[in-house]
Every structure is written in structure tokens, then in C-alpha cells.
């Protein structure tokens, strides 16, 4: 089953572009989906199937998948970007078929 | 737009069964297009997936492996909700319970529209 990696902490000053990685195997094979999370509230879905947006999402906020690796990017980051970000993907061959990264908080310096 | 409420107690005793309902408004819980889905959270386990229902030509349930046990959730189709049932709890069930909408983006669902959450604590 996967195991998905992410960076504890990410930050980055307002303006700049901050990376955060999730790193399994195989993704190649698999689509991976994004939330964020600000505290006390629920996972909000940012990026779907590597690259896609929900309607509302900031076109600020973008995905890749390539080899080993997904990226959530964030470019022009703002103060009410800091919040947690997960990365899940599916695994149907697993016991447990949702998987979810451990979180990277991103700080806005 | 799409929306769901959960509801139920933030409070169990060990060894007895947890229950929450998720009311939908805006879809309907027999979509062919969602499954509806429990997750948790808490500091020591991050988001763990629980388990999903939904219906295709006939309701399935889809469960995680740590919970398959104990856990049970079903559709209501006359409330146009579900709930979930988790038995025999014990002090490493407490967590932040959400419920969420899972609709097919690539090779899995993704997670669209999450419940408020509901903070259940296992304790005497």
C-alpha cells in the first residue's frame, strides 16, 4: 500500500511561491487530490486528479504528478494561505484504500 | 450547493458504540456519482479514512481494515443521510469525525464537500 511523504513545515514570505512535495511510489499509476486545512476547520479539496481545480480554488493554486512525486504550488502566497495541506490518493489493492500524506503546515513569514 | 451537517454526541464511554449522522442537502445519498464517506482525525493518527457507502445498482460499503470489525455505516434514504456506528470504543477512538462526499476524479475519489466535524471523546 502507499505511503505518501510530505515535508513537517514549509514557509515562505508573501509574494513568493511556496512547493510542497508528496512523495510515494508509482504515482505515475495513480491520481493524487489536495486539501488544505485551516485550524479549527474541516479539509477543503484544492487540487484534484494531479492538476484540477474546483470551482472557487484560486488559479494561484496548481498540481503536478511526476515519477515519485506530486507538488501542490502556490504562487503569490497570501496570509490566509497558511493553513495545513494534505496529499491522498486511492489505493483499491490496499486494506486501506484512502490514504492520506501527514500534513505539511506552510508558514507565511 | 451541496452541503452536509453532522450531528451526535461528543461524548462515549469505553466500550460502548459511537454514532453520528451526516444529513445531505443538494445531492441525495443514493447518487450513482458519490459515495459517502467517515474519516477521522487526531494529533497522534493524522486523517485515517474509515469507510464509505454508496450505490451503483445496489448499496456497498467499503471499510478500512483497522476498523472492519467495529464499524458500520449506513444509508438512510428516507432522511437523505447516513451515519456511521463505531462499536466498542476505547480511549485511541478519539479523534475529530468527519463526513465527506467522494466523487471519481482520475483513478480514485476525490473528497469534495466535508461535514463540519464533531469532536468525540472516549472516556469514563
Known amino acids: 500500500s502507499y505511503v505518501l511523504t510530505q515535508p513537517p513545515s514549509v514557509s515562505v514570505a508573501p509574494g513568493k511561491t511556496a512547493r510542497i512535495t508528496c512523495g510515494g511510489n508509482?504515482?505515475?499509476?495513480?491520481?493524487v487530490h489536495w486539501y488544505q486545512q485551516r485550524p479549527g476547520q474541516a479539509p477543503m479539496l484544492v487540487i484534484y486528479?494531479?492538476?484540477d481545480r474546483p470551482s472557487g480554488i484560486p488559479e494561484r493554486f496548481s498540481g503536478s504528478n511526476f515519477g515519485n512525486t506530486a507538488t501542490l504550488t502556490i504562487s503569490r502566497v497570501e496570509a490566509g494561505d497558511e493553513a495545513d495541506y494534505y496529499c491522498?490518493?486511492?489505493?483499491?489493492?490496499?486494506?486501506?484504500?484512502?490514504?492520506f500524506g501527514g500534513g505539511t503546515k506552510l508558514t507565511v513569514l | 450547493q451541496v452541503q452536509l451537517q453532522q450531528s451526535g454526541p461528543g461524548l462515549v464511554k469505553p466500550s460502548q458504540t459511537l454514532s453520528l449522522t451526516c444529513a445531505i442537502s443538494?445531492?441525495?445519498?443514493?447518487?450513482?456519482?458519490?459515495?459517502w464517506n467517515w474519516i477521522r482525525q487526531s494529533p497522534l493518527r493524522g486523517l485515517e479514512w474509515l469507510g464509505r457507502?454508496?450505490?451503483?445498482?445496489?448499496?456497498?460499503?467499503d471499510y478500512a481494515l483497522s476498523v472492519k470489525s467495529r464499524i458500520i455505516i449506513n444509508p438512510d434514504t428516507s432522511k437523505n443521510q447516513f451515519s456511521l456506528q463505531l462499536n466498542s470504543v476505547t480511549p485511541e477512538d478519539t479523534a475529530v469525525y468527519y463526513c465527506?462526499?467522494?466523487?471519481?476524479?482520475?483513478?480514485?475519489?476525490?473528497?469534495?464537500?466535508w461535514g463540519q466535524g464533531t469532536m468525540v471523546t472516549v472516556s469514563s
Open positions: 486528479h494531479d492538476r
Open positions: 457507502t454508496y450505490y451503483r445498482s445496489k448499496w456497498s460499503n
Open positions: 465527506a462526499r467522494g466523487v471519481l476524479a482520475g483513478t480514485g475519489d476525490a473528497l469534495d464537500i
Open positions: 508509482n504515482f505515475g499509476s495513480v491520481s
Open positions: 443538494g445531492d441525495t445519498v443514493s447518487s450513482r456519482s458519490a459515495a
Open positions: 491522498q490518493v486511492w489505493d483499491i489493492s490496499s486494506d486501506h484504500p484512502v490514504v
